[in-house]
């Protein structure tokens, strides 16, 4: 019995292969897409272990999920690379493959399956990712298109008291910009602490503040920045297109 028919014997037959190329079959198996689509999944021989097989997905996973979710950060790439190490999957070149015996092919392609799910899936969680990765967006953005601007990270107006932090701050003129996030209650209520406290002090500023979006905080909370803050990007893409132009004219 050679690998392929051991193969469908182990799934009672319910599997088929399709010869792609010279030594390049392509599983079909009942393992879908969450639409309905089945998961690519192809078997070859290793080419770098000898006498192993290989199982594999020629990048169709990677490409699938470009359409919908890029991994375009550090933070995305990090939960990709865990899913990948934690089921013992590797990654060349946008091709996911797993090296393994001839007698562990069975289980192999269920985790293999399985894995294809979990990275495909990303796009499903992606409010969660993108909630996750608020401020290193944030960092992002200011080390790259605004970097011009020497903002500085992690500002205390008060050195004595570092409990009222400003996230950002653009220290160019006599009256700096103080930047904060906010993608939630408690960083709401920490700008209005931090804003009302160096209004206290009479530090002289502008306070600009940073919305991942605008269903992030309730109307209270909304409604108590919006009384300190100077200025408030609605949302995190309205900062990435309008933050630039914002700077220019504000330090003019």
């Not at 909630?131 to 080390?143: D, N, T, V």
């Not at 992690?154 to 400003?166: A, K, L, N, Q, T």
Request: hydrophobic residues 40%; charged residues 30%.
């Amino acid at each position: 019995m050679n690998d392929l028919e051991m193969i469908k014997s182990q799934f009672n037959n319910r599997v088929a292969f399709s010869e792609k190329r010279p030594g390049i079959f392509q599983l079909v198996a009942p393992f879908y897409h969450e639409d309905g689509d089945m998961i690519e999944m192809f078997l070859e021989k290793s080419p770098e272990n000898r006498g192993m097989k290989r199982i594999c997905d020629h990048g169709m996973t990677l490409m699938r999920l470009s359409y919908s979710y890029e991994l375009d950060t550090p933070r995305k790439q990090e939960i990709f690379r865990r899913i990948l190490s934690e089921n013992l999957i590797s990654e060349n070149a946008g091709n996911l493959y797993i090296d393994v015996e001839p007698e562990r092919l069975y289980p192999a392609i269920l985790q293999f399956a399985q894995v294809v799910a979990k990275v495909s899936n990303m796009r499903l969680y992606k409010r969660e990712v993108i909630h996750s990765l608020f401020f290193e967006m944030i960092e992002e953005i200011m080390e790259t298109q605004l970097r011009g601007f020497s903002p500085e990270k992690s500002y205390f107006p008060i050195p004595e008291h570092d409990e009222y932090e400003v996230d950002w701050c653009i220290n160019s003129r006599p009256k700096p910009l103080f930047l904060f996030g906010v993608n939630g209650t408690a960083r709401a209520r920490l700008a209005t602490l931090s804003c009302q406290k160096f209004l206290l002090e009479q530090i002289k500023f502008r306070s600009v503040v940073i919305l991942e979006s605008l269903d992030v905080i309730g109307k209270k909370d909304q409604a108590r920045l919006m009384s300190v803050a100077d200025k408030q990007f609605p949302s995190l893409e309205d900062f990435k297109e309008n933050a630039e132009k914002y700077l220019e004219r504000e330090l003019a």
